[in-house]
């Protein structure tokens, strides 16, 4: 059985990362039919909205995983505290975790929603 392993992604990791990542949703979007430029812009724009201040963004956590020395994928969470109506109070709250990989930037792509 192959162990992989997460390690958290540096300032310096993120930024090449990020210009990947953003890259292949432009990818992705020119793929589903919008232009070159429309699919430029529409990503960068989801990426400012996703993460406003990049690295930094509250709540919003990067690893890359590793199958020993090789690096295999990535992990991006965003975690979020959830209310529900009438199952939840503020004594009992929901948390949701949320994984986030802009689909992959490499494949296998990581990431599944967990909600306690």
């Known amino acids: 059985m192959t162990d992989v392993r997460l390690e958290p992604m540096t300032e310096d990791q993120y930024k090449p990362w990020r210009a990947k990542a953003e ?8 793929a589903s039919g919008q232009s070159a430029q429309d699919a430029a812009r529409d990503a960068a724009d989801t990426y400012a909205q996703l993460l406003p201040d990049e690295f930094a963004t509250p709540d919003h956590h990067f690893w890359y995983a590793y199958d020993g020395e090789r690096q295999v994928g990535f992990l991006w969470v965003k975690v979020t505290r959830e209310l529900r109506s009438s ?6 709250p929901t948390y949701a975790v949320r994984a986030t990989a802009a689909r992959s930037c490499w494949p296998p792509s990581a990431g599944a929603a967990t909600t306690r």
């Open 23 to 30: 890259a292949h949703y432009v990818q992705s979007l020119a």
């Open 87 to 92: 199952t939840t109070s503020p004594s009992n």
